[in-house]
T-cell receptor, first 115, second 112 residues
Framework: GAGVSQSPRYKVAKRGQDVALRCDPISGHVSLFWYQQALGQGPEFLTYFQNEAQLDKSGLPSDRFFAERPEGSVSTLKIQRTQQEDSAVYLC?????????????FGAGTRLSVL | QKEVEQNSGPLSVPEGAIASLNCTYSDRVSQSFFWYRQYSGKSPELIMSIYSNGDKEDGRFTAQLNKASQYVSLLIRDSQPSDSATYLCAPNSGGGADGLTFGKGTHLIIQP
């Protein structure tokens, strides 16, 4: 595709509900990242995939957060039993290869509001 | 713990002047540095990357890097109202993860 696509753009969940956020990276991009951005803050790293392998999940805040990329393309970030502190914008980024010089391109994000 | 420090602002600059944005980072092994611009309610977009000490110029933008001082800056010449946004600094130390550590961002306002 032309860019990184995320859906839904907005999600309202009741506390305790499970949510699933989808990311469709730029076609052919090997690396995929998830970030969480709270209001007034910079994005914070959650997890990283190289193809279908999840190489780093050190940023996931709790075991309620789970991400997968089973075929090395589309990725889903799942949050179980949502809490109010999970309210944030969830950004997905992809890059062509790997390594510190690779440029990450961001999607528009999913704004999650937990009531 | 990797830390990236930016003055949150707002930084107010008259139209046509030079805007200077600063960033310091704690991780000495950082190898690449990215400046992203983020308009309110939008996603970050890359405007500059720099990997070596010194200056890198691209149009009205100049990135400056000093690894010894762990300092990176972004200069915007001939500032335009459309430059009003939050600017995020992101060093990358790699180590296999490649995830970026962002600063909180500097909110820049260009006054017409």
């Amino acid at each position: 595709g032309a860019g990184v696509s995320q859906s839904p753009r907005y999600k309202v969940a009741k506390r305790g509900q499970d949510v699933a956020l989808r990311c469709d990276p730029i076609s052919g991009h090997v690396s995929l990242f998830w970030y969480q951005q709270a209001l007034g803050q910079g994005p914070e790293f959650l997890t990283y995939f190289q193809n279908e392998a999840q190489l780093d999940k050190s940023g996931l805040p709790s075991d309620r957060f789970f991400a997968e990329r089973p075929e090395g393309s589309v990725s889903t970030l799942k949050i179980q039993r949502t809490q109010q502190e999970d309210s944030a914008v969830y950004l997905c980024a992809s890059s062509r290869g790997q390594g510190v010089k690779n440029i990450q391109y961001f999607g528009a994000g999913t704004r999650l509001s937990v009531l | 713990q990797k830390e990236v420090e930016q003055n949150s602002g707002p930084l107010s600059v008259p139209e046509g002047a030079i805007a200077s944005l600063n960033c310091t980072y704690s991780d000495r092994v950082s190898q690449s540095f990215f400046w992203y611009r983020q308009y309110s309610g939008k996603s970050p977009e890359l405007i500059m990357s720099i990997y070596s000490n010194g200056d890198k110029e691209d149009g009205r933008f100049t990135a400056q890097l000093n690894k010894a001082s762990q300092y990176v800056s972004l200069l915007i010449r001939d500032s335009q109202p459309s430059d009003s946004a939050t600017y995020l600094c992101a060093p990358n130390s790699g180590g296999g993860a490649d995830g970026l550590t962002f600063g909180k961002g500097t909110h820049l306002i260009i006054q017409p």
